[in-house]
């Protein structure tokens, strides 16, 4: 275990996963209670526009990616908000166009290689120091934001109507929350890959409802299962050279199964 | 010198609401002044609902003025004066993770501000909403796993938690049982009584809340105020809505 430490590469990859399990964990909390699970999919899947955009002109594809995911992030809450079609055949339609959009960027740009498989399914070896201070810096900004409203954002998700009506300013938190949760996915996917980001958000939380606890302790379980996700499926990436999206995923669905199987029992 | 006159909690001008072509709302005036009891009664689809959303600031009116608190409805920024428990306040998700208290406190996040966490005032009055409600005793207990009386109570300590000088409910009792549903009414009326809280609900139960209501709204399109419900048969607009029921109605209140 300790002797992958001695590796840069795989520092940079611990620190720059453990960072993301704390944020895809705590804004998938959000994210499942406002029933969203598949915004993060359809986020992680517009961020790979700005990832093709970037290794097709040559920019750094982290950046386009939160620039392209923030924007889809707002396109979609200001249909969703403003108008009364139906909110999930409109991620649909997104989460598909963003990615044959990418498809074709790739192609035409002649980038469809290696680099583009690591951002679809996160890649240890690929995760840089300027990706590292990139995913510290934005990652802490948006955690900030998420703690301070956390109480607004959870009363949101309970009843938007009611807390409303009490004066929060529920239009501006929700465009704020999908802000931070857009950032979140395209710093996320240089570990996890845009292919496999939304589960990483969505199942330690849905593993952490099984508990039946208050809301606090739902999102220190959701937290734990997903940092001892990123640190397992890691280590199973290194040691078994997979791509590590896929390693933690299958991690954080085999305590999500472990946790249903416990509670079901009970 | 003359003493200043009561400023409405709700002035209500000739208010018009319309969906497209469709009249829901007609020219529906009135005032809600503090520590009235009145409950809001018609027949499904005539508007009930919208009128409260509409008080809410959660539709805009067509046409019409509101005033809250003797301010415009979009210069209204107090909102914590005002409580409101949905229609479907009892249709709780039961997987959402949310302890009664957790509940409760939400009541008070619009007080907080931003930065702020909760003060000695902020528990005190979480603990005193959940004393008048009689749920400190489930106060840990997750709200999925209570019965829809329970819940019902839950969801007025929320509101009650803001210190509100009005309380707005939405047919509170949809799904709760009839014992619950005596029990409620007769916390309503404490409420009105005791704390001085103005209560305007929605109901359908006219029978069981003639004897505490001050008046009575009927909401068909356009409004209807009775000013004693005691008589409901002198309510011209009740007895054609309800004849049936308000000719027994009268009886069961004689014979009691």
Redesign the interface.
Known sequence: MFEMLSYDFMQRAFIAGLFIATLASISGTFVVLKRYSLMSETLAHSALVGVAVGLVAGYNPLWIAVVVSIFSAWLIEYLRSSFSIYSDAVLSIMLSGSLALAVIIVSLGGAFNNSLFSYLFGSILSVSDTDVYTIVVFGSISLVFLLLFSKELYFIAYDEEVAKTSGIKVKFLNFLLVTVVAIIIALSIRVVGSLLIGALMVIPTVAALQYRVGFRNTMFIALFFALFSVIFGMSLSYYFSLPSGATIVLSVIAIFILSLLINNRR | MSLKPEVPIFEVKELSFRVREQLILENVSFEIFSGEYIAIIGPNGGGKTTLIRLL???EKQSSGEIKIFGKKLKDF????K?G?V?QR?TLVDE?????VE??V???R??R?G??AGMSSEDREKVHDAMQKMDILDLKDK?V?TLSGGQRQRVMIA?ALA?SPKILILDEPNTGVDMISQQRFYELLAKLNREENITILFITHDIGVIADDIGRLFTINRKATICNDPKKLLSCDEVSDLYGIHAHSLANHKHEH
């Open positions: 809410l600031n959660l920024k107090e909102w914590y005002i409101y949905p306040a997987s959402f993770p949310a302890s957790d509940i406190k939400m009541g996040v619009a907080r931003v930065f997750m999925g929320r803001s």
